[in-house]
């Protein structure tokens, strides 16, 4: 069983800072490409950030230069440092990871982690 838990979530100000955490679990063999997506209310989940098992990483071009997406491949996690925050960075943001166990390869998602950013 492979599990993924988001954490980190919560309310910011405008212009302050969040970072969050994908930890994932179980009998897992390897971990390769990890996103980050988020979903705002009453809109489509989008991509926001991604990165390879090597560690090349791509932004939407509406956070590039304020969120920075990482790895630790010991810990198995992957984190997504968010700053200068915007009411519109306000979603339920999700990760998704392609994991290999004994048992083959898979998607995997998170049960997302609510990020509010107002005054």
């Known amino acids: 069983q492979v599990q993924l838990v988001e954490s980190g979530g919560g309310l910011v100000q405008p212009g302050g800072s969040l970072r969050l955490s994908c930890a994932a679990s179980g009998s897992i063999f390897s971990i390769n490409a990890v996103g980050w997506y988020r979903q705002p209310p009453g809109k489509q989940r989008e991509l926001v950030a991604h990165i390879t098992s090597g560690g090349s990483t791509n932004y939407a071009d509406s956070v590039k230069g304020r969120f920075t997406i990482s790895r630790d491949n010991v810990k198995n996690t992957v984190y997504l440092q968010m700053n200068s925050l915007k009411p519109e960075d306000t979603a339920v943001y999700y990760c998704?990871?392609?994991?290999?166990?004994?048992?083959?390869?898979?998607?995997?998602w998170g049960q997302g982690t609510q990020v509010t950013v107002s005054s």
């Open positions: 998704n990871a392609r994991i290999c166990t004994g048992y083959g390869c898979g998607d995997y």
